[in-house]
Structure formats: structure tokens, C-alpha cells
């Protein structure tokens, strides 16, 4: 089976670091995606990992460790439009591209 | 903005109704991917078409069907439509690589009376 897990929720104030964690149990594993949902629009790109360890972009880092199936998204410096939805992803190995969701972390940044 | 257009932005159907949904996928990106996203979940496999061939199925019935044309345009059909099937359906387009990123279009809110 296939199963992701993160946060459902979390709140966090304007200039702070937050990290949302995700954990992950899959058949077969190919890579690992993080997305930026607002409500209401498309899922976008955040980040891609495949191999263990850090991955740096910005305001926005993410790590991945596969012999503990775990993974986490840092934001620093947040912003007030960085109130989203945060979906970790993970690519099976089944020959063809598929992504399997976490219901998504609910992030509310405030003043 | 990436590059993949969806429409319409909204539709209402009625409970045994048929639907298509449309998507435009990025210029160069050969793989489309459908998902269904019922609120306050993350998105679902439905799909995904490779060169306008199905390659890959994700845990819904038959009458969730597609195509691929060879313009990057793309439908998702869906047939005897059910209250359940109100979701926000997006398409993904990316390149052939297995492990390339997929960048979603906005979306279809599909509401089912």
C-alpha cells in the first residue's frame, strides 16, 4: 500500500521558520515533491528530492531522508502569502509518472 | 504561470450526467496526468496518457475515461455522473522523463446535483 502523512494544520507568525514534516510508506519510491496549493488554485512546484539530504531554494529548503520514509519542507522568513496548503508527494516506481498526495498541511501565517 | 490552460473553470451537472473536461498542456510536454481533489484533500491519480496511449491508471471506475491528441490538448470524460464526483479535477502535463516534475493547469470545479 501507499500512504503519506503530514500535518493537517499549522500556524506560524510573519518573519518565522516553519517546517512541515511528512512521512511516507510506498511500494516503491522514485522521488519526492512539494507543492504550494492557495485555495481555489493549481498546486505549484515547489521541490524535488530523490537523494538523502538538503535541498536549498530561497526562502524554501527540503530535506529528505529514505531509509526513515521522512521528508520536510523549511520555510523561512514567512510572509503573509505564504498562507497555503503545502502537499508532499511521492513518485512510486511504477514505470510511468504518478504522484500520491498527503492531504496537504494547511499553513496560516499571521502578523 | 505553467503554461497548462484548463477549461471550463466551473461546471454544474446534474446526478447521470456526462462531462468533458479540457486541458492544453505545455508546449514540448508529450504526458498528461488527470487527478481528482475533493476538499480539503490532496489530489488523486485518475490517469495518466503518454503519446496518446493510456499508460497508467489510478483506482477509478471506467466510466472515467480520456484522450490525448497530438496538438498537447487533452479531455477527461466522465460518464452516469455521481454526487461524489464533486471535486476540483486538474491536469498535469510534464515531459517523458519518469521522474520529471508535473506542473498542474487551474483546474475544473465540478459540482454534481
Known amino acids: 500500500g501507499q500512504n503519506i502523512d503530514q500535518p493537517t494544520e499549522m500556524t506560524a507568525t510573519e518573519g518565522a521558520i516553519v517546517q512541515i514534516n511528512c512521512t511516507y510508506q510506498?511500494?516503491?519510491?522514485?522521488?519526492l515533491f512539494w507543492y504550494q496549493q492557495h485555495a481555489g488554485e493549481a498546486p505549484t512546484f515547489l521541490s524535488y528530492?530523490?537523494?538523502?539530504g538538503l535541498e536549498e531554494k530561497g526562502r524554501f529548503s527540503s530535506f529528505l531522508s529514505r531509509s526513515k520514509g521522512y521528508s520536510y519542507l523549511l520555510l523561512k522568513e514567512l510572509q503573509m502569502k505564504d498562507s497555503a496548503s503545502y502537499l508532499c508527494a511521492v513518485s512510486p516506481n511504477t514505470g510511468f509518472q504518478k504522484l500520491v498526495f498527503g492531504t496537504g498541511t494547511r499553513l496560516l501565517v499571521s502578523p | 504561470e505553467t503554461g497548462v490552460t484548463q477549461s471550463p473553470t466551473h461546471l454544474i451537472k446534474t446526478r447521470g450526467q456526462q462531462v468533458t473536461l479540457r486541458c492544453s498542456s505545455q508546449s514540448g510536454h508529450n504526458t498528461v496526468s488527470w487527478y481528482q481533489q475533493a476538499l480539503g484533500q490532496g489530489p488523486q491519480f485518475i490517469f495518466q496518457y503518454y503519446r496518446e496511449e493510456e499508460n497508467g491508471r489510478g483506482n477509478f471506475p471506467p466510466r472515467f475515461s480520456g484522450l490525448q491528441f497530438p496538438n498537447y490538448s487533452s479531455e477527461l470524460n466522465v460518464n452516469a455522473l455521481e454526487l461524489d464526483d464533486s471535486a476540483l479535477y486538474l491536469c498535469?502535463?510534464?515531459?517523458?522523463?519518469?521522474?520529471?516534475?508535473?506542473?498542474f493547469g487551474p483546474g475544473t470545479r465540478l459540482t454534481v446535483l
Open positions: 510506498t511500494s516503491g519510491f522514485n522521488g
Open positions: 498535469a502535463s510534464s515531459s517523458d522523463s519518469s521522474t520529471d516534475t508535473q506542473y
Open positions: 528530492n530523490v537523494l538523502d
